[in-house]
């Protein structure tokens, strides 16, 4: 059973920073992708950015230039540099991870999500 665990998130301002991070721990599979969705009052969860254990990024275009995704693959983290922060980031970020089962099936496991409140 694979565990996701989040921490960081919180209040920032307007232009402020915050950090996210995401370990997973009990799986005797390998962690391929792993990266972030947000869902925000009332909107459907979206991408944040997703790594490959090859260092391969994808970001939102809402993101992009502004976050940084990356990942330490020994130890099954990953984490999300949020800069030039705006109040519409402002929602649950959930971290997401793709165990590998075998060469042609896996899953998607999910965190419990952590706030992330952009206000002045």
């Known amino acids: 059973q694979v565990r996701l665990v989040e921490s960081g998130g919180g209040l920032a301002q307007p232009g402020g920073s915050l950090r996210l991070s995401c370990a997973a721990s009990?799986?005797?599979?390998?962690?391929?992708?792993m990266g972030w969705y947000r869902q925000a009052p009332g909107k459907q969860r979206e991408l944040v950015a997703h790594i490959t254990t090859g260092g391969s990024t994808n970001y939102a275009s809402s993101v992009k230039g502004r976050f940084t995704i990356s990942r330490d693959n020994a130890e099954n983290t990953v984490t999300l540099q949020m800069n030039s922060l705006k109040p519409e980031d402002t929602a649950v970020y959930y971290c997401?991870?793709?165990?590998?089962?075998?060469?042609?099936?896996?899953?998607?496991?999910w965190g419990q999500g952590t706030q992330v409140t952009v206000s002045s």
């Open positions: 997401d991870a793709y165990v590998v089962l075998t060469s042609t099936s896996g899953y998607t496991e």
């Open positions: 009990g799986s005797r599979f390998s962690i391929g992708t």
